[in-house]
């Protein structure tokens, strides 16, 4: 295969979006949090809660009916694949499930441009997880159709962070002035990465709780730094629980420690039980992206502030918000 | 993960059913064929017969337009899937198919009730397959939409039971006053257990005939007997085919044999041909849950008597009276 | 299992279609290129015509609204799957997908025929793939529903074929009087194969272009001569390309070579690149089955006589057209 590049469909993400919202997303792709602005936030959290109470009033209708979302994932992952379809199938449209697809190299199989390029006469939109960092850049180079990412190794998952975001103000009404601590593996953890980039335009404090061989990444520090947006780091929750509006757990997996002992060790410090929410705030939330492990006690989810299971259907609406607009129906 | 168990919900099977039909199964969840009783099968059977009907006369109908069905399978089962998918889509709604789950422990993945809580988030009902048994309970006492068990390990797979009592009633009428004969694998067959339950709630009589390695369970025919059932235990099936008004046929697998020539011996006495049926009544049916090895020769398949591709067919017609009937919709 | 085997149904195809083309589909299997004759053929193009036309208008329509189709693949082939389920999808339809079937022998697990006497319960037309020869033509045999061969093994894959032609006479007007050259691996590809055959229907020039090792096998030259087809061999492009309107171009794997070097020699001589197209005509296609490795650089994409992604969406209505007509509503 050559590298032969073609030029930039006209819909490409890099190009800066209209004014004009409500056509702004039309056969756009979603590759990046960083291709939005506060407007385009705002308008599609706009559009997710109406998402959510038209799912309310009447479970599903049918916005998109007749539309086929091709679902191509290079590699496994129940939780993001439910939740397009589901949006899909809310929405009234298709969807063509492609899983387990084995990932072959470029010399060996079909290269993602072309399978990408046979997909888009069969669908109308596709949703690619792909391990490889940059992958849905490369499909939106090629494809006509609006690709979102879902996933891209390393990279981005961009639908995570937004409805990440549209879960803090959904729970709490606002972003605006809020300390959010982050916890775990913060060195990893791509989800955190994404929100920490998406929260610097707003107006808010950044805690992250981690050991030290688990720390934010200086990059990212220095990428929220230029943002003015004030950061501190701790190895211990204690200190800044009283003050955090939300506490965002990711989950911390062994097999990050040289020495098991370590994690072992790490549990005792780093996990939230109905204990550690006493010191909590009354009102503030509790978010994971899950699965969890050991990182949140099961005790902890009847608590209301709990909200990690009510974060899996803000994914939902959001979802089901980028489908109908990149389709223009929204 | 600590066990911590929620309490029950007021969905929850193990409390009895309101004495209207109609709502009673809105909400609830299909766990066991020990939940139900005889008004209860007949209503189920009623339903089932409406959808047999319509099927009949219009193939699909949009009862269930809208309403998601999350199809989850953590071993593979193209039988049951393809018959919940199908039910789900002749009643107008939309499946989320999550196929090949790789099973991880508790202690390694995501517990089984995280996942169902994510996916209840998508989806208006579950229907679960899963290698332990007691997992559906599990899932239930977590869900607040409906589960449906579709097989927990050698537990239950009360489906199954109530497609076989139906295909029993459809195809001869009623059920009092038959002489069910189970043959083949009585010892490890989930599907005989599930079924001797079930028709315990019958004035019937049952023969098991079997190989002395492979009888009915002690445990199941104390149940049985404390009914006041009459049954009782060959190694043949000459005496009692005479009599027979189902004769229900299992798979018997080389695997449960040390001697594997002692397998390739019952290949003589246990198989079913047109020879045997000529001993056969008139009216009667044969039965199996299939898939079939060398038990029923392809040339009985001719036979009208032959019911087990029917069988099938009925099992649709059970899962779309349940899925409606959960769903609030019968 | 024995070897019994039912007499045919009235709907094989190996009886001769009916002089009524509206009806002539109705309930008929799709096993076999041989089947058809040229009326038949004109009579899919205008109904996949109708198809595209459809598609270009409203995107999906509701012709085959309550319709279920299972799609059962015992090998994985995402281009074909997908393509059926979009066809589905975009009349209206839905669809069982049943992939990664583990292929069981006859003696240790469920035979085909039992498999597809169970799916038949559950859907209103079935598409098989499955790696053995004969496999569609044994499940027709069985099935009351429609069977559509995706694929069996080395021997047929009607599907494709029809959509080739398809492509051929959408992209240039008409098939007889044309000059086809098939190039690249044409002694193990089905796909040239089924193409070949089915072009002898036409008054057409056949082009061969291999490698001595991988030229047109013996027996379908003698159909194709028997034909009274005009057909020449070559191992080089250069002579025939300036006459050729159609380049059908194949896959070469590095799997039919017992020296890799060959292999690697052939990457010069067998390419196709901007340069190649210099000599092409104007007005000429080249296809392409796909997946694709090096035999068609991707420069040459951008060629407007670059036809095989098209190709892929003919395919799509070739197989909207097949569902309409087996399900009786073309």
Chains 1, 2, 3 share one sequence.
Do not use: C
Request: hydrophobic share 40%; no cysteine; charged share 25%.
């Amino acid at each position: 295969m050559t590298s032969f590049i073609p030029p930039l469909h006209e819909k490409s993400p890099h190009l800066p979006f209209g004014d004009q919202q409500d056509s702004a997303f039309y056969g756009r792709d979603i590759i990046s949090v960083n291709q939005f602005d506060r407007g385009q936030l705002n308008y599609i959290f706009d559009v997710a809660h109406e998402m959510y109470e038209m799912v309310a009033r009447v479970g599903s209708f049918d916005l998109l009916k007749g539309k086929i979302l091709a679902s191509l994932f290079y590699e496994p992952s129940t939780r993001t694949s439910s939740s397009f379809t589901s949006a899909m199938e809310r929405l009234g449209g298709s969807v063509i499930p492609i899983n387990n697809v084995s990932y072959s190299s470029v010399t060996k199989g079909e290269s993602l441009p072309d399978t990408i390029r046979t997909l888009e006469a069969y669908a109308d939109v596709i949703v690619l997880r792909h391990p490889e960092v940059g992958s849905s850049a490369l499909a939106a180079r090629y494809a006509q159709k609006p690709i979102i990412n879902a996933g891209d190794g390393i990279g981005e998952h961009p639908t995570q962070a937004l409805l990440d975001l549209f879960t803090i103000q959904e729970e709490l009404g606002q972003v605006d002035g809020l300390t959010i601590t982050m916890m775990g593996d913060l060195k990893y953890g791509r989800t955190v990465h994404s929100l920490a980039r998406l929260l610097t335009l707003y107006d808010i404090r950044l805690n992250y709780v981690a050991p030290e061989i688990l720390q934010m990444p200086a990059g990212i520090k220095e990428e929220v730094e230029a943002k003015g947006i004030k950061q501190a780091s701790y190895e211990d929750l204690i200190p800044v629980l009283p003050e955090t509006d939300v506490l965002y757990v990711t989950r911390v997996q062994k097999e990050r420690f040289e020495d098991p002992s370590k994690h072992e060790e790490l549990k005792g410090s780093y996990v939230i039980s109905t204990e550690t929410m006493k010191a909590a705030k009354d009102r503030m939330i509790v978010m994971h992206p899950l699965p969890r492990v050991w990182e949140i006690d099961m005790g902890v989810d009847e608590d209301p502030r709990a909200a990690y299971f009510r974060q899996m259907e803000y994914g939902l609406y959001i979802r089901m918000a980028l489908l109908a607009m990149v389709l223009g129906k929204a």
